[in-house]
């Protein structure tokens, strides 16, 4: 168990819809980093905060936002679903920024858009 | 060109083997990861390491940050080692991680 939760484990919706996806990091961590992992593209960072504030962006979609909040969970909000968002997403949590920091992952969400 | 390069793409060995896994990477940085994601899907941190090696149990990673290539050794491999090995590697200052395409690794009884 690495310490970082993630709600719901599986998620399944239809094309259109919006979703949330919810990350609590490992106590004491400040950084969040959110990943998807597709059949087709692998693993790829999406966006990164660091104690409430965004600090890095990926191949992250216009139609997906996140945010950190002042407790320190981070949240996912994907919108206007569409097939090709079927993935798994992870959250990582680290206790600071930078390269020489260990990356804790959560168990992650499957989203399945049908 | 990808920016991580793992070898090979789906590794088979019995019971027992010795197992290598190889990474090499095309940015300089200053730490590389070594990840084991079991089927389920939970993505484990087994290694992170800047310089010479590291050793947990049966497992030992290795760097060469000169010659950006880095290696993970599975000794007298078991069956519940079976499971896809990632290489990642940060893209940036903040930390965010670039990751090979994996190597499925399954062990045979």
């Known amino acids: 168990d690495s310490g970082v939760t993630q709600t719901p484990k599986h998620l399944i919706t239809a094309t259109g819809q919006r979703v949330t996806l919810r990350c609590s990091p490992r106590s004491g961590d400040l950084s969040v980093y959110w990943y998807q992992q597709s059949l087709d593209q692998g693993l790829q960072f999406l966006i990164q905060?660091?104690?409430?504030?965004?600090?890095a962006k990926g191949n992250i979609l216009e139609r997906f936002s996140a945010q950190q909040f002042p407790d320190l969970h981070s949240e996912l909000n994907l919108s206007s679903l569409e097939l090709g968002d079927s993935a798994l997403y992870f959250c990582?949590?680290?206790?600071?920024?930078?390269?020489?920091?260990?990356?804790?992952f959560g168990p992650g969400t499957r989203l399945t858009v049908t | 060109k990808n920016e991580v390069e793992q070898s090979p793409q789906n590794l088979t060995a019995q019971e027992g083997e010795f197992i290598t896994i190889n990474c090499s990477y095309s940015v300089g940085i200053s730490a590389l990861h070594w990840l084991q994601q079991h089927p389920g899907g939970g993505i484990v941190s087994l290694f992170m390491?800047?310089?010479g090696k590291k050793k947990h149990g049966r497992l030992i990673a290795t760097i060469n940050i000169q010659e950006k290539h880095s290696s993970l050794h599975i000794t007298a491999s078991h069956p519940r080692d079976s499971a896809v090995y990632i290489c990642?590697?940060?893209?940036?200052?903040?930390?965010?991680?670039?990751f090979g395409k994996g190597t499925k690794l399954s062990v045979k009884p």
């Open positions: 390491l800047s310089s």
């Open positions: 905060y660091y104690n409430g504030e965004e600090r």
């Open positions: 990642a590697v940060p893209q940036g200052s903040q930390g965010n991680l670039i």
């Open positions: 990582a949590s680290s206790v600071a920024l930078g390269q020489h920091y260990e990356q804790y």
